[in-house]
């Protein structure tokens, strides 16, 4: 079957680095995708990774190794807006994305 | 302002109900999705259209339809509504149907 696994909570301070990790389980793959939830609100796209390695984006990086089904979002310089939730999610051989139940984010002062 | 628009934002229903869920983007983007978000649950995937004129199933299809007569427009029926169906409902759009979804505002529906 398929399946994404992220921790359901971590706590990080402000101004420190936090790694959330995701493994995922999906039939074929076409990428890996990053999404940052504050509460109430709609998920926005941070990140896309297809191939092995490191993209980095300001604050954001995203990292993928497809031979252990792995990525993690690596978040540095922590601000208290960065308190969301971050929703791994895989997509398939059919284009359809599976979606982990999100990590929720807490930054303390 | 581009984007998704759906309506209501929020509703309470009384079970046995048919419910209308409008959904509505200006991107032109060819794939519509509707996803719903429960607590403890990753997004799951209700109904999905590639382009005007399709529509397929997603992971919970059962009591929901969806029709998909033009680009913009993504409407998700509830035929008769049940306390299960309680949950918050988004819209999102794809262009070219990439990973990269844009998401509506939400629809938070109760069923009692």
Known sequence: GQNIDQPTEMTATEGAIVQINCTYQTSGFNG???YQQHAGEA?????YNVLDGLEEKGR???FLS???GYSYLLLKELQ????????CAGMDSNYQLIWGAGTKLIIKP | IAGITQAPTSQILAAGRRMTLRCTQDMRHNAMYWYRQDLGLGLRLIHYSNTAGTTGKGEVPDGY???RANTDDFPLTLASAVPSQTSVYFCASSDKGTGELFFGEGSRLTVL
Do not use: E, N, Q
């Open chain 1, 80 to 87: 208290m807006k960065d308190s969301a939730s971050y929703l």
């Open chain 2, 65 to 67: 339809s969806v029709s």
């Open chain 1, 43 to 47: 998920p926005t796209f941070l990140s």
């Open chain 1, 60 to 62: 954001f990086s995203s």
């Open chain 1, 32 to 34: 890996l995708f990053w």
């Open chain 1, 66 to 68: 497809r031979s252990k």
